[in-house]
Every structure is written in structure tokens, then in C-alpha cells.
């Protein structure tokens, strides 16, 4: 899938916003009694991980940020892999999963983009021609 922001930000930024949305899915399932402690153990590393492969660096709007998710592969030895493109790469079954399902869940992890105003709603009715 390719991420592609509406307005200038940074990868600090997104990957803030993926971490605490994957932070709050661990919380939610933790409540829910539908994690283990193994489980919630072993995604500590790939969450660090996680926080680790991004740049300090802007992302212009309109540049995407690839993220790739491998397909499962039945082998717990071998976890699913969530590949950010020139970034890095997580390996685990719950990380993977877990991120694209927050991404594409309820409103997802980002704000919708600012909704600008036709000059009606502005109270302008002159027109630009």
C-alpha cells in the first residue's frame, strides 16, 4: 500500500502516529483478554523496531511512503514481514497485521486531510474568471 500524505509532514510524525496506534490495539486486546503475556513480550522488540527505521527527515505531500506486507507463512520461525520502502523492515505476525488493520479501521490512524472552503461557504460569491 502506498501512504501518500495531503500536507507536508515528517516520518517522526507518522511514525509517532503508527506506534500509538499500534500501542493502543496492544492496550484494547490486552483489556479484552485476547493477548498473551508471550505475545505482548515478543512485539516489544519489533515495536522498537518500528520506531527505529524512520528518518528525521520531512515528507513532502504527495510523496509516498510504500509499505509492503508479506504474505503469511504458517511457519512461526519465519513471522510476516512489513516492509517500508527504503526504510526498513518489522518482522512479526503481530506488528503486520496488526498495523494494516489499524490503518484501515475505523478512521484510521491520520486525520482526514483539511477540507477547504468554496467561496460560497466563505461568504465570497465573487468569482475568479
Excluded: C
Excluded at 505475545?39 to 510523496?63: C, N
Excluded at 488493520?101 to 468554496?118: C, H, M, Q, T, V
Amino acid at each position: 500500500m502506498s501512504i501518500v500524505p495531503t500536507r507536508h509532514t515528517s516520518y517522526t510524525h507518522l511514525r509517532d502516529g503508527f506506534v500509538r496506534a499500534l500501542t493502543a490495539r496492544l492496550q484494547l486486546a490486552k483489556s479484552r483478554g485476547i493477548l498473551s503475556a508471550e505475545t505482548e513480550a515478543a512485539v516489544q522488540s519489533p515495536l522498537r523496531k518500528l520506531k527505529s527505521i524512520f528518518p528525521t527527515t520531512k515528507l513532502s505531500k504527495g510523496h509516498p511512503l510504500d509499505v509492503h506486507l508479506t504474505a503469511p507463512t504458517g511457519d512461526l520461525a519465519r513471522p510476516r514481514n512489513l516492509a517500508f520502502l527504503d526504510l526498513g523492515v518489522v518482522e512479526s505476525d503481530w506488528v503486520a497485521e496488526e498495523f494494516v488493520l489499524a490503518y484501515f479501521d475505523g478512521e484510521g490512524i491520520s486525520p482526514p486531510p483539511a477540507k477547504r472552503a468554496s467561496p460560497a461557504e466563505k461568504g465570497d460569491y465573487r468569482t475568479n474568471e
